[in-house]
């Protein structure tokens, strides 16, 4: 692919190790991208902020698809996969809640 060599290089600079436990499959530990921040939307009633969170990865280091509920480990907390948004160009990223 076009991009592989840019998304490995991001992820060399940018990322951080992140432990995936997927059912049924064995744990992998990726190297990803992790971003959390605030997202504000004007409505009627007043401005609302959430929190996103998310983890950009190399498909190459995944072995196969990350399926929603799926468990990430970075940081030392404990997230769920809410969605996978495979970017097309080698990368996915999985948006994230965190687990309580």
Same mark, same amino acid.
């Given at each position: 692919?076009?991009?592989?060599?840019?998304?490995?290089?991001?992820?060399?600079?940018?990322?951080?190790?992140?432990?995936?436990?997927?059912?049924?499959?064995?744990?992998?530990?990726?190297?990803?991208? =992790?971003?959390?921040?605030?997202?504000?939307? &004007?409505?009627? !009633?007043?401005? @609302?902020?959430? $929190?996103?969170? %998310?983890?950009?990865?190399?498909?190459?280091?995944?072995?196969?698809?990350?399926?929603?509920?799926?468990?990430?480990?970075?940081?030392?907390?404990? =997230?769920?996969?809410?969605?996978?948004?495979? &970017?097309?160009? !080698?990368?996915? @990223?999985?948006? $994230?809640?965190? %687990?309580?």
């Amino acid at each position: 692919m076009f991009f592989d060599d840019l998304n490995s290089a991001c992820a060399g600079a940018f990322g951080e190790p992140a432990v995936i436990r997927r059912p049924g499959r064995p744990d992998i530990t990726v190297t990803g991208i =992790f971003d959390r921040r605030h997202y504000q939307q &004007d409505t009627d !009633g007043g401005p @609302v902020s959430t $929190l996103v969170t %998310s983890l950009a990865v190399v498909d190459a280091e995944l072995g196969g698809p990350v399926p929603a509920g799926a468990a990430i480990e970075v940081r030392g907390l404990t =997230f769920t996969v809410s969605e996978p948004r495979p &970017d097309g160009q !080698g990368m996915t @990223v999985l948006l $994230l809640r965190e %687990s309580r």
